[in-house]
């Protein structure tokens, strides 16, 4: 167990060295998407323009022996400029003609579909069975993405017109939603240092498709104990409002709560943290840290929360500050 242990933190600070090469700190965001590869999960990240979101899709490609795809997403994307099309095909030497299924960039292992916000809900919806089953389904046949597969998505907070907000279905299939914020002025520093001298740093791949589903399989090992479990069910259970776990400002502040899917997420991101800590079992220290991004996206808030300017962040805070780590008697 501690080999298994030892080998996949290994294996994880080895990308994230060659991550940081790029990318000047962040390294919550850097720590979250690595998470979401190693369990199988995809990532949104949301953050203003110009700080790196779309670079760090591309650096993460470039240190694993993946297949690469991006989608730039508009309001005249369609459906099957992302999982493709029949088209028709005539034999050369007979001449006639037949349907063949002509494969969009969705048939890759890490897709980056930046500002996947600007589609619309029609082009959004296309990547619902994508994302959670990992497969397409065109003109009554079904096709099996390559594993593992990922989705890395892109998308701005602030500039509202000509986008379409995320539906809670598509939201849902998402493992961690991560909130890119500003850099320091040490790290601002540093980003002007490398990227004004025309030195570009050298990136080697460290992780291979066959790796990654070897660590996805070792971090579904690690034991979860009944009482952590229990702990997380009942985080889980306190988005809900009006609910017998539920705080004042669930009830206050939130108009639906967290899917099973978030329970989950807790349950897995927790079991990495363990991994790279060294250990074979979850905290609760491990449920706490993977909390926010895990159900962030997972809330609904209500009017009254807009209206006062409550986030779901600041629900999510007085969750872990209320829910104790032993269920009362």
Known sequence: MSDQAGQFRDSYNAAREMIGRVIVGHDEIVHGVLTSMLVGGHCLLEGVPG????????????????????IQF??????????GTNMIIEDEQTGRRKFQFQRGPVFTQIL????????????????????????????????????PF????TQNPI?????????????????????????SREELAT???????????????????????????????????????????RLTLATHPEGPHSVDATNAYVRWGSSPRGAQT???????????????NVSFEDVRRVFLPAMR????????????????????????EKVPEKAPD
């Open 51 to 70: 700080l790196g979101k779309t670079m760090l899709v591309r650096t993460l490609s470039e240190v694993m022996d993946l297949q690469f795809n991006r």
């Open 74 to 83: 508009t309001p005249d994307l369609m459906p099957a400029d992302i999982l």
């Open 112 to 147: 980056l579909a930046d500002e996947i916000n600007r589609a619309t809900p029609k082009t959004q919806s296309a990547m619902l069975e994508t994302m959670q089953e990992g497969t397409v389904t065109a003109a009554g046949t079904r096709y099996e993405l390559s594993k």
């Open 150 to 153: 990922f989705v890395l998505a």
């Open 159 to 183: 500039e509202q017109e000509g986008t379409y907000p995320l539906p809670e279905a598509q939201l849902d299939r998402f493992l961690f939603k991560l909130v890119v914020g500003y850099s």
């Open 191 to 233: 980003i002007v240092d490398r990227t004004t001298r025309g030195e570009k740093p050298q990136l080697t791949k460290v992780l291979d498709g066959a790796r990654i589903l070897e660590m996805q399989r070792t971090a579904r090992d690690v034991i979860l104990a009944s009482h952590v479990q229990d702990y997380l069910v």
């Open 266 to 280: 807790l349950a897995l991101a927790g079991k990495v943290r363990a991994l790279l800590d060294g250990r074979f």
């Open 297 to 320: 996206h997972r809330m609904l808030m209500n009017f009254e929360a807009q209206a006062e300017g409550i986030t779901s962040d600041s629900v999510l805070l007085k969750i872990l």
